[in-house]
């Protein structure tokens, strides 16, 4: 295990503190900005290249990625004692895929028309980088509480950029916001009008370019994060 | 603890507790839920049919507004000869009803791969899937007193298998309605086929060209124009798009067999 | 023959990265310098030409319906495809540890340099998409599938390697300093994704 790799945090050491220390909600806070699992950590690229096409959709993966983050680093958590440091990586990625196959099947054996619509992201979920990264580098040195925390803050940080770059690419892209038209029709080009949706954006190159203009922004207003 | 957590020992033995473990869960949950599965996806696949012909149901009510609307379930092989047909209410155990084919499951095991290895040779591959043991399911459904035929189709989208249903006005010649659904395609891109605006662009559309077969093409977003015989893709779902494309050729060509012989009589 | 031209799309008209925009993380986060980025492509050139066979034969004989045959007739109607995920997955997550104590044991000063990614492999989106594909794609032999893996991994490498040739010249320039490092490298890549769009669409 390298030595960059863990934040170890040195909550282990104080085991008595009250549930949302300063310590703790810096856990939440911190994966919002300054250590953003996106902008920062590089984690989740694929899948906010992939399905930030609709805000509807990154709202959907947002949410799924949270529940399994929260539910993974609490397991990963509980078990970071026992799990043999050579297979560490196989027991990790067993574990959240077998919590997401389970929940699918459950999903489409009750609640069918909900298992339709997640179906697709299962895939995108187990092969999420952020999942597997904060389980590597917190939820394996950690406690319990302190995991579920740093999973919802990692979350949470994961979902605002998600959602940020569906809006500029569904508005953009095509128009619309969560669906709904945005642009009139009789504005558009082929109705005569002086308007046409940039189907660039739509690509994937554009959404690497808007992730690039979010860190830009980001890196202007707190200086501390810009690279040397 | 006196075990030594590192040992090859207790590495083997944690891998193998951990392998049983989640694989008699799965194994267990997906065998339990089995029944309720297969329930749910007969339900979803007649909600699908119907929604070809533009009868909208839920799933309380799919099996009953089926079984109301579709007239005769046909049992086709490749060369159009009719097999069966069956117009009772569809049983979902009974394995001879055409409703059960699994054409997902002929196309995984007998098709798919002959699409891959002729895929710029459309003659030759549907001489070659012509020749394979496969069943084709016909659904002749009335609604309003007008005549529809529904036709299942199977291809291969960017990530995993694409399907879908496309209803055939009574001159089996115009296409009346059409949809569509995925497994695994990229949301917001290739997952829109399922999506209305894409669905509704098949209504009215034409296989036939001049007496010549020619399918509906699904074209570059923006390139079918007013053409008959051609519909837009999808945006940044390029290649969902062409699996579509080369389904819908590939499935109707064969059905044409039967169209054929239907129009002439 | 075939097999050739399945190598040469893998790497440029069915680019991990440029096409399919797979394996990002690690791609943007290890090509600081070219020579971490030759370490870290060379480790997916193997991991996917290694895990795309295996996972063939998993496929094959194994977990499609039907796969079981050659254990005897009365096994032909098994379908243990629910079980692919997780095998696929299991098989790639061992070898990206076989690849892992590998480079601990002969290149530590690589094994530092790569940090965290070198686990990450495991879920380097492009490994666990070569197996998608290849269970998607059907290729008619072993041979087939292996070259697919390795054309994918070759291009892969190709990307990582060149987007670290220009971050490496990129220090001299003068960007911004809001968008040193990571924002320019984004910016880049999707200008470089623009630009192989234009082997899009090449039949071979």
Same mark, same amino acid.
């Given at each position: 295990?390298?030595?960059?790799?863990?934040?170890?945090?040195?909550?282990?050491?104080?085991?008595?503190?009250?549930?949302?220390?300063?310590?703790?909600?810096?856990?939440?806070?911190?994966? !919002?900005?300054?250590?953003?699992?996106?902008?920062?950590?590089?984690?989740?690229?694929?899948?906010?290249?992939?399905?930030? +096409?609709?805000?509807?959709?990154?709202?959907?993966?947002?949410?799924?990625?949270?529940?399994?983050?929260?539910?993974?680093?609490?397991?990963?958590?509980? !078990?970071?004692?026992?799990?043999?440091?050579?297979?560490?990586?196989? +027991?990790?990625?067993?574990?959240?895929?077998?919590?997401?196959?389970?929940?699918? !099947?459950?999903?489409?054996?009750?609640?069918?028309?909900?298992?339709?619509?997640?179906?697709?992201?299962?895939?995108?979920?187990?092969?999420?980088?952020?999942?597997?990264?904060?389980?590597?580098?917190?939820?394996?040195?950690?406690?319990?509480?302190?995991?579920?925390?740093?999973?919802?803050?990692?979350?949470?940080?994961?979902?605002?950029? !998600?959602?940020?770059?569906?809006?500029?690419?569904?508005?953009?892209?095509?128009?619309?916001?969560?669906?709904?038209?945005?642009?009139?029709?009789?504005?558009?080009?082929?109705?005569?009008?002086?308007?046409?949706?940039?189907?660039?954006?739509?690509?994937?190159?554009?959404?690497?370019?808007?992730?690039?203009?979010?860190?830009?922004?980001?890196?202007?207003?707190?200086?501390?994060?810009?690279?040397? | 603890?006196?075990?030594?957590?590192?040992?090859?020992?207790?590495? &083997?033995? =944690?891998?193998?507790? @951990?392998?049983?473990?989640?694989?008699? #869960?799965?194994? $267990?949950?997906? $065998?339990?839920?089995?029944?309720?599965?297969?329930?749910?996806?007969?339900?979803?696949?007649? @909600?699908?049919?119907?929604?070809?012909?533009?009868?909208?149901?839920?799933?309380?009510?799919?099996?009953?507004? &089926?079984?109301?609307?579709?007239?005769?379930?046909?049992?086709?092989?490749?060369?159009? /000869?009719?097999?069966?047909?069956?117009? /009772?209410?569809?049983?979902?155990?009974?394995?001879?009803?055409? =409703?059960?084919?699994?054409?997902?499951?002929?196309?995984?095991?007998?098709?798919?791969?002959?699409?891959?290895?002729?895929?710029?040779?459309?003659?030759?591959?549907?001489?070659?899937?012509?020749?394979?043991?496969?069943?084709?399911?016909? =659904?002749?459904?009335?609604?309003?007193?007008?005549?529809?035929?529904?036709?299942? @189709?199977?291809?291969?989208?960017?990530?995993?298998?694409?399907?879908?249903?496309?209803?055939?006005?009574? *001159?089996?010649?115009?296409?009346?309605?059409?949809?569509?659904?995925?497994?695994?395609?990229?949301?917001?891109?290739?997952?829109?086929?399922?999506?209305? &605006? &894409?669905?509704?662009?098949?209504?009215?559309? #034409?296989?036939?060209?001049?007496?010549?077969?020619? #399918?509906?093409?699904?074209?570059?977003?923006?390139?079918?124009? *007013?053409?008959?015989?051609?519909?837009?893709?999808?945006?940044?779902?390029?290649? /969902?798009?062409?699996?579509?494309?080369? @389904?819908?050729?590939?499935?109707?060509?064969?059905?044409?067999?039967?169209?054929? /012989?239907?129009?002439?009589? | 023959?075939?097999?050739?031209?399945?190598?040469?799309?893998?790497?440029?008209?069915?680019?991990?990265?440029?096409?399919?925009?797979?394996?990002?993380?690690?791609?943007?986060?290890?090509?600081?310098?070219?020579?971490?980025?030759?370490?870290?492509?060379?480790?997916?050139?193997?991991?996917?030409?290694?895990?795309? %066979?295996?996972?063939?034969?998993?496929?094959?004989?194994?977990?499609?319906?039907?796969?079981?045959?050659?254990?005897?007739?009365?096994?032909?109607?098994?379908?243990?495809?629910?079980?692919?995920?997780?095998?696929?997955?299991?098989?790639?997550?061992?070898?990206?540890?076989?690849?892992?104590?590998?480079?601990?044991?002969?290149? %530590?000063?690589?094994?530092?340099?790569?940090?965290?990614?070198? %686990?990450?492999?495991?879920?380097?989106?492009?490994?666990?998409?070569?197996?998608?594909?290849?269970?998607?794609?059907?290729?008619?032999?072993?041979?087939?599938?292996?070259?697919?893996?390795?054309?994918?991994?070759?291009?892969?490498?190709?990307?990582?390697?060149?987007?670290?040739?220009?971050?490496?010249?990129?220090?001299?320039?003068?960007? %911004?300093?809001?968008?040193?490092?990571?924002?320019?490298?984004?910016?880049?890549?999707?200008?470089?994704?623009?630009?192989?769009?234009?082997?899009?669409?090449?039949?071979?």
């Amino acid at each position: 295990m390298s030595e960059v790799a863990v934040e170890k945090v040195e909550i282990e050491k104080a085991p008595k503190e009250p549930l949302f220390s300063t310590k703790n909600k810096k856990l939440i806070t911190d994966p !919002l900005n300054e250590n953003n699992p996106i902008t920062i950590q590089v984690l989740g690229i694929c899948s906010a290249l992939a399905i930030t +096409v609709q805000v509807k959709q990154a709202v959907f993966m947002s949410l799924s990625v949270l529940v399994v983050l929260m539910a993974g680093n609490w397991i990963i958590s509980a !078990l970071r004692n026992l799990i043999p440091n050579r297979i560490r990586i196989i +027991v990790q990625l067993v574990v959240v895929a077998t919590l997401v196959t389970l929940v699918d !099947l459950a999903l489409k054996a009750y609640v069918p028309d909900v298992s339709e619509k997640l179906s697709v992201f299962v895939g995108l979920i187990i092969t999420n980088c952020i999942i597997m990264g904060r389980f590597e580098a917190f939820a394996m040195g950690n406690r319990k509480w302190p995991s579920v925390l740093d999973a919802l803050g990692n979350g949470l940080g994961y979902a605002w950029i !998600l959602i940020a770059v569906a809006v500029v690419r569904e508005v953009f892209g095509s128009g619309k916001f969560w669906g709904f038209q945005l642009i009139p029709d009789s504005w558009m080009m082929a109705n005569g009008g002086f308007y046409m949706n940039n189907n660039l954006m739509i690509l994937p190159p554009m959404a690497l370019i808007t992730v690039g203009v979010i860190i830009w922004i980001q890196r202007a207003r707190n200086t501390n994060l810009i690279e040397s | 603890m006196a075990i030594n957590k590192e040992g090859s020992a207790y590495t &083997f033995g =944690f891998a193998a507790l @951990m392998v049983i473990i989640t694989g008699a #869960s799965l194994a $267990l949950v997906s $065998l339990g839920l089995s029944s309720n599965i297969k329930k749910n996806e007969a339900d979803k696949k007649m @909600m699908d049919i119907l929604s070809s012909i533009n009868v909208e149901s839920e799933r309380t009510n799919a099996a009953q507004i &089926f079984n109301s609307v579709v007239k005769e379930r046909i049992l086709l092989d490749a060369d159009g /000869t009719v097999i069966r047909t069956m117009n /009772t209410d569809v049983d979902p155990a009974n394995l001879e009803d055409p =409703f059960n084919v699994d054409v997902q499951k002929d196309y995984k095991q007998k098709i798919s791969k002959l699409v891959q290895a002729n895929k710029n040779d459309k003659p030759v591959l549907l001489e070659k899937v012509s020749e394979q043991d496969v069943q084709y399911p016909l =659904f002749r459904c009335e609604k309003e007193g007008e005549t529809y035929y529904v036709v299942p @189709m199977v291809g291969t989208g960017l990530w995993g298998p694409v399907w879908g249903y496309i209803a055939m006005k009574d *001159d089996l010649k115009t296409v009346y309605g059409a949809s569509f659904d995925h497994k695994t395609e990229t949301p917001g891109l290739g997952a829109e086929i399922k999506e209305d &605006f &894409f669905e509704k662009q098949f209504t009215g559309k #034409s296989i036939y060209e001049d007496g010549q077969y020619v #399918s509906v093409s699904v074209v570059k977003a923006g390139k079918a124009g *007013d053409s008959e015989y051609a519909v837009d893709g999808i945006t940044g779902g390029t290649i /969902t798009s062409t699996g579509v494309s080369e @389904m819908i050729y590939r499935t109707l060509a064969i059905y044409d067999n039967y169209f054929k /012989t239907q129009r002439a009589s | 023959m075939e097999a050739v031209n399945i190598f040469i799309k893998g790497i440029f008209v069915e680019n991990m990265i440029f096409a399919y925009f797979l394996g990002m993380c690690s791609y943007l986060a290890v090509s600081k310098t070219v020579k971490t980025a030759v370490g870290l492509g060379a480790a997916v050139i193997f991991v996917l030409g290694i895990t795309v %066979p295996i996972n063939y034969l998993l496929e094959n004989y194994v977990l499609k319906e039907g796969a079981l045959t050659w254990l005897g007739a009365e096994y032909a109607s098994i379908d243990l495809s629910f079980l692919s995920f997780i095998l696929f997955i299991a098989v790639i997550a061992s070898m990206v540890q076989l690849v892992e104590m590998v480079v601990e044991r002969f290149s %530590p000063a690589l094994y530092g340099a790569l940090g965290i990614f070198l %686990p990450l492999i495991a879920v380097n989106c492009s490994i666990l998409g070569g197996a998608l594909f290849m269970q998607e794609r059907q290729y008619a032999s072993i041979g087939d599938a292996t070259s697919f893996g390795l054309g994918s991994g070759v291009g892969w490498f190709l990307a990582i390697v060149a987007i670290a040739a220009i971050r490496e010249k990129l220090q001299y320039s003068n960007v %911004p300093a809001p968008l040193k490092g990571l924002g320019i490298t984004f910016i880049l890549t999707g200008l470089m994704g623009m630009a192989f769009m234009a082997f899009m669409g090449i039949e071979l």
